[in-house]
């Protein structure tokens, strides 16, 4: 039985949970007797229709509706990328922007479909990630964060998950996908947003 301090991500994209669990590393009582489990772990829980019309509401969703299931402490994330020039698409769609069993691949083809011919100035775009951690007490803590970019006209590097290979950090000259999980966890919208939360998690602990 998994102790009552333990934390369950509330997704089952394990690039994701790979990032949260290496960003959560550090702190002292995660691996004892602190645990972090997946969504994977309870298989009876279904899919969760994301059908918020913003971060904020899929976020809320998917952690209330895993802690209410498991009744632990849980972790529920939305995050995706906001590019001006599409109106703010992909948006809340970004994980299926292409269809609804789309791949990370599919996306990014239609992403640089629908940029085709755009000039590098009106590429900006911002990943975009809300957090929110739902106590069995009725507790909820939120933290949002986003991070700055160009979409690339190419897919350059093999890391990260989503659009990664596309998102060009000027700063560094590279996209997401060619740096270390290390620097991305301190320069991401996901990163940004779990230093939020590592602030608010010990109340629950």
């Known amino acids: 039985m998994i102790p009552k301090t ?9 690039g994701k949970l790979d990032e949260i669990r290496k960003a959560l590393s550090d702190l002292p009582w995660v691996n004892h007797p ?3 489990h997946s969504l994977d772990e309870f298989p009876e829980i279904g899919e969760i229709e994301e059908d918020g019309k913003t971060f904020e509401e899929n976020a809320l969703k998917k952690a209330r509706t895993v802690c209410q299931a498991t009744r632990f402490l849980t972790l529920g994330d939305d995050s995706g ?4 020039y599409l109106n703010g698409s992909p948006g809340v769609f970004s994980a299926r922007y292409s269809g609804p069993q789309a791949t990370a691949s599919q996306n990014n083809e239609k992403l640089l479909k629908e940029l085709d011919g755009v000039p590098t100035e009106k590429r900006i775009a911002s990943y975009v990630c809300v957090m929110v951690l739902v106590s069995p007490t009725g507790k909820e803590q939120l933290a949002k964060a986003s991070c700055q970019g160009v979409i690339s006209e190419t897919p350059k590097g093999s890391g990260g998950f989503g659009y990664d290979p596309l998102f060009f950090l000027p700063s560094l000259k590279k996209t997401m996908a060619e740096i270390p999980l290390e620097l991305k966890n301190r320069l991401s919208h996901r990163g940004k947003a779990l230093e939020e939360i590592k602030k608010k998690i010990s109340y629950a602990v």
């Open 81 to 84: 990328l906001v590019v001006p």
């Open 6 to 14: 333990d934390l369950v991500i509330a997704t089952r994209n394990q």
């Open 34 to 36: 602190f645990k972090i």
